[in-house]
Nanobody, 125 residues
Framework: QLQASGGGLVQAGGSLRLSCAAS????????MGWFRQAPGKEREFVAA????????AYADSVKGRFTISRDTAKNTVYLQMNSLKPEDTAAYYC????????????????????WGQGTLVTVSS
């Protein structure tokens, strides 16, 4: 089970940190990712991290503003979001990559097998 939290309402230029707490399954040896979905749009990739925490990947739209990290001891993945823009408004979802032990940060929705519920981020202008 994946439990995402940390969403909320923030002004443009502000920051939020999302957390994704994992339980009930093995997550420490899997890549993890964050996706987002705005109303009327498809779910899109935001950021991913491999199982070791050494390899990360970001969508071009968030590169330099967002940082993904993981704390294996706490079984938690984070998404630090800075310099937020109104176009970042969406429901944010965390997910577990489908392959264990890979030095790879997956970007595609189909590469993930477990998904958490979304946490809503609203950025006002």
């Amino acid at each position: 089970q994946l439990q995402a939290s940390g969403g909320g309402l923030v002004q443009a230029g502000g920051s939020l940190r999302l957390s994704c707490a994992a339980s009930g399954h093995t997550f420490s040896t899997y890549g993890m990712g964050w996706f987002r979905q705005a109303p009327g749009k498809e779910r899109e990739f935001v950021a991913a991290i491999d199982w070791s925490g050494r390899i990360t990947a970001y969508a071009d739209s968030v590169k330099g503003r967002f940082t993904i990290s993981r704390d294996t001891a706490k079984n938690t993945v984070y998404l630090q979001m800075n310099s937020l823009k109104p176009e970042d408004t969406a429901a944010y979802y965390c997910a577990r990559g489908g392959l264990s032990g890979r030095y790879y940060a997956p970007r595609a929705v189909k590469e993930y097998d477990y998904w958490g519920q979304g946490t809503l981020v609203t950025v006002s202008s």
